[in-house]
């Protein structure tokens, strides 16, 4: 159940300060998903208390790129994003193992 809400963990720049600075993760997470879901699932899948998660739905863009015989249009798709944010003292290893659900 966890890996269908948590599809995967956000990895930037902007997301690794945030992890560093105030101990809040970045996921991409499935578009039904509430945060009651979404705390139950990091908790279950990283074994860590959850603070609290706050979530934000990103909305699809259209893009376009040219080549040597045409212009290619399509679109971004839109994907909701949660910020989860652990007490101090617990951290999440997105590089390491977790535990498989």
Do not use: W
């Amino acid at each position: 159940m966890a890996k269908q809400i948590l599809i995967k963990p956000i990895i930037t720049e902007k997301a690794t300060i945030l992890a560093d600075k105030r101990n809040t993760y970045a996921f991409v997470v499935n578009r039904d998903a509430n945060k009651i879901e979404i705390r139950k699932a990091v908790e279950k899948m990283f074994n860590v208390a959850v603070e609290s998660v706050n979530t934000a739905v990103i909305p699809g863009k259209p893009k376009s790129r040219s080549t040597k015989t045409a212009i290619v249009k399509g679109h971004k798709s839109a994907y909701k994003k949660a910020f989860v944010t652990l007490p101090p003292g617990e951290t999440i290893d997105i590089f390491g193992p977790s535990e498989e659900v």
